[in-house]
Structures are given as structure tokens and as C-alpha cells.
């Protein structure tokens, strides 16, 4: 699959908390699913701006487990996610669904499964 070698690395600069590289795979008018404090959010600075905010609260460490094209072309990474607070404790710990759409090899929406 074309896009599996770019969510890993989008996935390990996340949990790097490397903003910038993760921005760089990302279209700059991405639309983004805020599954910290619901809704969206669009575009590189307030994607910054939200993970920014989010990890001074919790400590989110998202490993895809599983990559899968869907029929529609978007792409399904099922994803093992660990959300601990600043001391440690954990807050969640379970199996989430993200659902990638692209535009021109670079990820335009990412969405989580309900």
C-alpha cells in the first residue's frame, strides 16, 4: 500500500512529539478530528496549537496495528492507544480506529471511528 510507509512515520513523529515532521505529511488545509475535546480542527497552526495544548495535559502514545485500504480509497489504521496524565496514571488504554483521506500523496482528513 502506498501510504503505509507515510503513517508510520506520521505515527513515530507523533509519538516523538515531533510536530513538524508530522505537518509535513499533512496537507496545509488538513482536517483534523479533535478526539481530545471533540469536533476539528484545520490547518498546520491549529493542529500545532492542539497537540501543543493536549500534551501539556495528557501524555497520548498511538502504535498502528493494523493498515487497511478501504474500498473508497480512504485508508483504515487501527491503532493501539495509551493516554496517560502527567504523572503517569493511565487514562486509556484500548484499540481506536482512524480513517485517512489523501489529496495528492499527503494526508487531507483524518477522522476517528465512533
Known amino acids: 500500500m502506498q501510504y503505509q510507509q507515510l503513517l ?7 509519538n516523538a512529539r515531533d510536530i ?7 496537507q496545509p488545509n488538513v ?6 475535546e471533540g469536533g476539528y480542527v484545520t490547518g498546520h497552526d491549529e493542529l500545532r496549537e492542539y ?5 501539556k495535559e495528557v501524555d497520548p502514545i498511538v502504535e ?3 493498515i487497511t485500504q478501504l474500498p473508497d480509497g480512504r485508508v483504515e489504521v487501527e491503532v493501539q492507544q495509551t493516554v496517560k496524565d502527567l504523572q503517569g496514571t493511565i487514562v486509556f488504554d484500548g484499540i481506536v480506529k482512524h480513517i485517512y483521506t489523501f489529496n495528492n500523496g ?3 482528513q483524518m477522522d476517528i471511528e465512533k
Request: glycine share 4%.
Open 8 to 14: 508510520q512515520k506520521a505515527y513515530a513523529s507523533f
Open 20 to 26: 513538524d515532521t508530522v505537518l509535513s505529511l499533512l
Open 31 to 36: 482536517h483534523w478530528s479533535n478526539g481530545w
Open 51 to 55: 497537540w501543543t495544548r493536549q500534551w
Open 64 to 66: 498502528p496495528i493494523n
Open 106 to 108: 499527503l494526508i487531507q
